[in-house]
């Protein structure tokens, strides 16, 4: 069930960052959800591998470096979609890589955190 609510919520991200930045486009409630998804299993699949190859250079960069790989798998969803969902390019990638960590931690923390204390 939170793994749903995670899609929506990201799919929801989606939709706001393609109605605030030229640079991301997304054509539909439909491919923010398919990208969505997609952008979850490259989470689970490839980014493990990314923080394990890059390990030094995030620790040399006290962990800001993990927005360059969301960036990267931002990228890569953009590359599997077509041309449903549209990003212009690194720096889009980038500054909605950390909008969406930034939306994802406020909203984990005001909604999964009190489920979790009651």
Known sequence: MRWIIGILINAVIF??????????QVTG???AIL???ILSFLNVLVRPILIILT???TILSLGLFLFVINAIT?????KIMGSSFEISGFGMAFL???ILSACNLIIQK????????A
């Open 29 to 31: 409630i439909g491919a």
């Open 35 to 37: 990208a969505s998804i």
């Open 55 to 57: 390990l030094p250079v």
């Open 15 to 24: 939709i706001a960052l393609a109605g605030f930045f030229e640079g991301f």
């Open 96 to 98: 909605a890589s950390i």
């Open 74 to 78: 931002l990228m890569l969803t953009d």
């Open 110 to 117: 005001a909604i999964f955190e009190p489920k979790r204390k």
